[in-house]
């Protein structure tokens, strides 16, 4: 008889859905009798949601004891309740592949044969989704909310939230909304106002930028705005809806309101303020001089804008211009070291840039191996050591989340997505303007 140990997870997110460890363990042991599996060992983690294997105590502990050959095989219910995301995939099954361990699923195929690999590589490509579409999920869940007119987000100045989605006006602040939008419209200048709301309603601090916001806020005539579109709202208004699209067609510029800016910047939080460490933000403005109007897609710290910073905004396309290229620069060793880069290297004469060969590889057309040889060739370069098929593994993972990145014709989503599958944080290097970025990757799981 084949020994086996079993693994179970749920995530705090399942538990309160009522999935239980115990509907997983019965499916789990109808299998293994089924198959003629003796389990000699159970492995569960609860209630934690953490995306990566590290985090899993279970899990590690299975690992361990896998490696020290206590069992032959380990089963699941699904594969998705082993490995979160595909570098968890392709790192624990070659890990455990050395000790002749394997991983099972209960439901899914798990044949070792090149489908049932390829199966395997699908679907934990498939669970990786599922983490992204959750965000879909809930975008569509707040979209029906704001069909019935409840509000949805952070609750707005001028009312307080008395149940979910409830607005009622609160009457102190209301009186600022419409103060605002009275001044405004007798010919007082944002700046003005700003000014003089700071001596009169010095409760908090306010800026000619933020009051443009505020009299924007389409909740103040009686609407409520998801994503691009805007429903009517159960809540009351402060202003009438002449007072607000009187205001709204002077701050428009006497233009038709534009739509929600295009998005372009893909590394968002991930870079790091220069002076304080913050996550930066990303925006994107439409900048009208005379006739033209372009896009600006600028990094902003959040520490700024509560007065805690002095870093200004920082141009972004340029900017992940610089990380994009460094990141085709990078080389396979790369992918697997914790910090990788300063700056993309020069090209040297008559040298076949490594950022071309890696493209090759990214693109599938050369095996990460036959880059390798080539650019050691060609460096004439030291380090000639056997990879572990762990680093391989991490290394093809990687690449291909790079490839990811690099790849303008995805969907920025996916792009995102695989950044952050990948990088730890960019920080920015140099004393001045325009800042070197310098990327730190994602630590390898040290089981
Ligand atoms: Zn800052």
């Known amino acids: 008889m084949k020994t086996a140990a079993i693994y179970l997870r749920v995530s705090t997110e399942e538990q309160t859905k009522g999935h239980s460890l115990d509907t997983q363990r019965e499916r789990v042991k109808a299998f293994a009798a089924r198959e003629g599996y003796l389990t000699v060992e159970e492995y569960a983690d609860d209630g934690i949601s953490a ?13 361990r004891d896998a490696m020290d050959g206590k069992f032959e095989a380990v089963l699941a219910y699904k594969f998705d309740r082993l490995f979160r995301n595909t570098e968890d995939h392709a790192v624990y099954t070659n890990r ?17 044969s090149t489908s049932g690999k390829l199966i395997r590589d699908i679907l934990a490509a498939v669970s990786e989704a599922d983490n992204l579409m959750r965000g879909e999920r809930i975008a569509a869940a707040k979209k029906h909310q704001a069909q019935r007119g409840c509000h949805v987000g952070n609750t707005p100045f001028g009312y307080k ?47 000619g930028p933020s009051m443009r916001m505020l009299m924007l806020r389409v909740t103040y005539k009686g609407r409520i705005q998801c994503r691009d579109e805007v429903y009517p709202g159960n809540h009351e208004a402060l202003v009438d ?14 233009k038709p309101a534009q739509g929600r800016p295009p998005k372009r910047l893909v590394f968002g939080s991930l870079v790091r303020c220069q002076e304080c460490g913050r996550r930066l933000g ?33 141009g972004g396309i340029r900017f992940e211009q610089r990380i994009l290229a460094a990141l085709a620069a990078l080389k396979p060793d790369d992918l697997v070291k914790e910090v990788v880069h300063r ?39 030291p380090d000639g050591e056997e990879k572990e098929p762990d680093t ?15 790849d303008e014709s995805l969907a920025l989503p996916l792009r995102r997505h695989a950044a952050k599958q990948v990088i730890e944080r960019i920080e920015l ?19």
């Not at 009622?168 to 003089?196: M, N, Q």
């Not at 004469?349 to 095996?367: A, I, S």
């Open 51 to 63: 995306k990566t294997a590290a985090k899993r105590p279970g899990f590690q502990r299975m690992v």
């Open 96 to 112: 455990l592949a050395k000790k002749g361990v394997r991983f099972i699923s209960a439901t899914e195929p798990s044949d070792d």
């Open 161 to 207: 939230r008395v149940a979910p989605g409830q607005l009622e006006v609160y009457e102190p602040e209301a009186e600022v909304v419409r103060e605002t939008y009275r001044r405004f419209l007798t010919g007082h200048s944002l700046g003005k106002i700003a000014r003089d709301f700071n001596a009169e309603f010095p409760f908090r601090n306010w800026y």
């Open 241 to 254: 809806e002449a007072t607000w699209d009187a205001a709204a067609t002077i701050l428009y510029g006497n």
């Open 282 to 314: 990303t925006r994107t403005f439409l900048n009208r001089t005379g006739e033209t109007s372009r896009y600006l897609h600028v990094y902003y710290c959040k520490g700024q804008v509560a007065g805690l910073c002095g870093f200004r905004l920082m």
């Open 343 to 381: 700056k993309a290297p020069r090209k040297r004469n008559g040298e076949l840039g490594r950022e071309r060969v890696m493209q090759l590889v990214f693109k599938g057309l050369v095996t990460t191996e036959q880059a390798e040889k080539f650019l050691k060739e060609q460096a004439a370069g």
């Open 392 to 406: 391989k593994a991490i290394i093809r993972v990687r690449g291909q989340a790079v490839a990811a990145i690099l």
């Open 429 to 447: 290097r140099g004393k001045e303007r325009p800042y070197r970025p310098f990327i730190v990757l994602r630590p390898r799981d040290e089981a």
